[in-house]
């Protein structure tokens, strides 16, 4: 058995989509002003760049998802971990072309763990119509029928992925549904969702973290 180490990445709505697009199965290549890879060692640094930077973000589509993901401890240690702020703040440096290489150790897939969205978020496109709406047109669409519910999620998963923390976040009411409705779609999502993508967990949101953050990575 492969002995693994358990790395964290902060990324916006664009990232998310790309990651999300490979079927999980690594980031996409950076651009040319990106030399550097960053995933961080751990969550909490992970969560405050979600929160602080990316939320508020426009280039970041106003969310932050944290993803966390294994990859060979072995290869991995051929990186140097760089401190950038506090003891808290280390990251893995991998550079920009040996990302490739860095995905295929990757053991199993990038899993979304939690996400934070600003004010200003509006998801990504959907059949299901405009981010307030979703929840209320999953609803119309699926009925009672978890079968029907299930070809939903089939049909846009990036949607369900993404926006599914900001269901459960936003009042009912807001979203055109009584609470105790929007409260049952929301755990036959959960139930539907884990039988049809067991390997993706929905993200939700944590106790947000206290401390100060170094300058920004990317």
């Avoid at 949607?159 to 009042?171: K, M, R, Y």
């Avoid at 929007?182 to 973290?209: C, E, I, K, N, S």
Wanted: proline share 10%; charged share 20%.
């Amino acid at each position: 058995m492969v002995e693994t180490l358990t790395l964290y990445r902060p990324v916006g709505l664009k990232e998310a989509e790309l990651v999300l697009a490979s079927d999980c199965s690594g980031f996409p290549p950076r651009l040319p002003d990106q030399p550097i890879f960053y995933p961080v060692m751990n969550a909490a640094y992970a969560r405050q760049i979600a929160r602080d930077w990316n939320a508020p973000d426009a280039g970041s589509g106003h969310v932050g998802f944290v993803t966390a993901f294994d990859v060979d401890a072995a290869y991995a240690a051929r990186f140097p971990v760089r401190t950038v702020g506090s003891r808290g703040h280390q990251e893995l440096w991998v550079p920009a072309e040996e990302l490739a290489d860095f995905n295929a150790h990757l053991v199993g897939p990038v899993r979304f763990t939690e996400a934070w969205y600003g004010p200003a978020y509006r998801g990504v496109d959907s059949p299901l119509g405009p981010l307030a709406s979703q929840l209320r047109a999953l609803h119309e669409r699926a009925g009672a029928s978890d079968a029907r519910l299930q070809e939903v999620l089939r049909a846009c998963p990036a949607v369900v992925l993404f926006n599914a923390g900001w269901w459960e976040t936003t009042p009912a009411r807001a979203q055109g549904l009584e609470d105790g409705v929007r409260d049952g779609l929301l755990a036959r999502v959960h139930t539907a969702w884990a039988t049809t993508f067991p390997g993706w967990p929905l993200p939700g949101q944590q106790p947000q973290p206290e401390g100060h953050l170094p300058p920004a990575r990317r």
